[in-house]
Structure formats: C-alpha cells, structure tokens
C-alpha cells in the first residue's frame, strides 16, 4: 500500500532533532543513571524509541505497489535484581506505520504489546543457571538463531533455556518458539512452531580461536504457520569456527547438514558460509573490508526428496543485501562490505552483493523463506542478479542518524520470472537510546 509522502521539512526535522538535543548532556541518562544507583543496581530502565521513513520502489520485483511509509517504534523496558540469584526483566513494544493505517501488516505494526519478559535463576558458585519467558535471542552471527531488528516490529521468542558455563565453554539446552505478532491483541504463546536442541560455544580455545556447535530440532505444524501439505521436521547440525588470522586477517566458516521431512517428502539439505576480513589504514581512519561466499541448498525436478535448505529463525538484515530481498534458501551469494570509519562517531558503508540460484529448478525465496518465483524447466538460468548498496550511521551521545541507498540489478532469472522491475531503497532515520 502506497502512504502520503511526508514534506521534505518533517524528514529535515527528523534529522536534526537529536542534533538539537545532543548539544547539551542527555537529562534523562542522568535520570536513569541515578535510579539504578539509587537502588544500588537492582533497577535499570531502557527505552528506545525509533524513526524511519523509507521509500520501496520495485517492491517484489513489481509485483506490488511503490510504497513510502514512516516507521515508528517505542520501546519501555525494566529489569530488576532483587537478589543475586533472580533477574525479573520486561519490555513493552508498541510499532506503528501512520500513513499506511490499519491494514498494515505485522512486521510493520504492533499496538502495545510485551517483547520480552522473563525470569532467571543463577548463582555465581554454580556452573548452572535457567531462564525462561519471553525474550530476544541471537545465536552465533544469527544466521541459525536472531532477531532481525530492522523490521519494525522485530522478532521475538517464547523459551526456557538451561545453561552450563564453564571457562571457554558455554553450553544450552533449549527450546524456543518464535512469537506469532497479532497487530491489535495479545501475543499469546503458541508452540505449533518451535525449535529444541543444544547449542555450544568453545570460546579462545587454541590461539584465540573459537568454535560453535549445534544440534537443533525444528518442528511446525499449520497452527504454527506450516502451509504445505503434513508437518515440517527437519534435524539441524552445525559447526562454525572463527577467530584471528596471520597478518591480522580474521575468518569464519560455519556448515549445517540437515534431514528430517519437508511435509510428505524426506528432507537432505545442507548450507555453508565462509568469510574473511581484514582492517587496513586510510590515513587516520580505518577502513574494515570483509569478503563471503554462502551458500544454501535447493530441490531438483524430479527429485525424490527435499533439498530446500530450512534457513530456521534467521536475522537475515544486511546478509544477502541492504534491501533484504532474500532469504538462506537455494542461493548461492558473494558479498562484500567496506567500512570506513570516518571518526568514533560517523561510519560510512560501501555493500556489494551477486547472487545466484542453487538449483535452477527450485524457486526464488525471500527473507521470511516465502517464494518469489520460479521456474520447472530452468530456462532463465540461475543468475538471479547484484545489488549495491551504500549506507551510514552517525551517533551523537544517546541519538543515532541513519540514511542509506539500495539499487539491485535484475539477472536473467528475475528479468525472466516476474514483472522485471529492479527494486530500489532509500531511508532516512533517527534512533534514541536509555539504557
């Protein structure tokens, strides 16, 4: 749905508001400072509250309308510690998107609603804690487990997790399900969608180097969103590995094989990402270049079983495009970031990304893992396109500024299977922060 365009004043305005407010120190980060010291730590207050006006030109490759909207967000939250064993902590949440109205859809408006709020047990002579309630989490660089805050409304799980840590290792035991977001009444809990397992960190182990391990179980029924035919089950084991490398370079590689069913069929399917980075000096500033290559596995015509990669709960923003077209599922994708930081305060990025099918026959997929397009036959080829994108961020005490560009460049199999428009993307936001 297309929104009114807000005045070029009211984005100016957006811009420079904490630019007004950052000339003197934050009052209320004084205020908040001196509430959890006169409690002598037990109670600290957060809150965020987020501005984004954007414009979407291409949306779907054509398939939907030119849309512009202002996002807006608000975060509360508390945590208190009554006693060194026991952590109480709660965060409301209210998104909305003024211009679009009502029919919004959930990952752009949420009335005010509970995203987070959970207890949890530990003791410092213990090895051993437990949390459990409602919660954000992010595992490893969330490309199996996060939470995509990009999206306005973000993500957000129902869990309960055991946790045993010991010098470098720290291991869970859990289960988790992502939360279902009903635009104008309670999220309830609802387990049709959930994923359980075990997820270890082996941290500096040798040389600084780290290692992840993974076993996670992922199960969804049609109460928890399953579409297809049957049930979803697929078994999930993975392994990353990261740390330093000579002539300070840094790396990490991270595989996952999987099987189980994708609805009636047996499931087999496999993903791998590697990257490499390295920070060099441009004068005063440093200059952060990363590489990656990742891959994700697709089904064949005629197949006798699933090779469509579950890409289960991602954080998928800035992973596959600043634009966020795609999701982990049949592509094959290279990457490249360039950071400058221009000072503490100002980074500019420079994101260029190509992008391939796996399988020829499988489809197109997005963020979420819903299909785009497709094709039975393969005759578009596999090049789904490139995307460039430059965006940057300037933090002034408590306030953050945020603008960025996207253009994608459609490939043989886009131009081919839908209506061919090359997406586009400008945004323009402010951020605020107490915590």
Known sequence: MQSTSPSLAGICLLLLFPILLSSQSDPLQREVNALKKASHDKLSI????????EERFGVNFGKAVKQQDMLSRIRVGATYKPNPWLTLSSTGQDARTPFYGLAAPSTMRESMDLQEAWAGLSKKSLPVSFSFGRRMLNYGETRVIGVPQWSNTARTYDYGRLQFTRKHLTLDALLISPVIIRTDSFNNPEFGNRYWGAYAVLSKYWRNQSMDAYALRHAQNKIGGWTGTGTLGTNNYGMRFYGPLPAKFSYSLEGIGQNGHMGLQNQRAFAFYTSVARTVPIGPMPLAISLEYKGASGSHTGASHSATFDQLTPANHDKFGHQDLFGWRNLKTFK???????????????????HYLFSSTDALYNSSGSKISSSSTGAPGSHVGRELDAFGTWTIGNHTLLAGYGQFFRGAFVQQTTPGLNPRYIYFAQQYTLK
């Open 46 to 53: 957060s809150f965020e509250e987020r501005t984004r006006w």
């Open 336 to 354: 490249n970031l360039d950071t400058l930081n221009v000072t503490k305060a100002l980074a500019v990025n420079l994101m260029y990304t190509d």
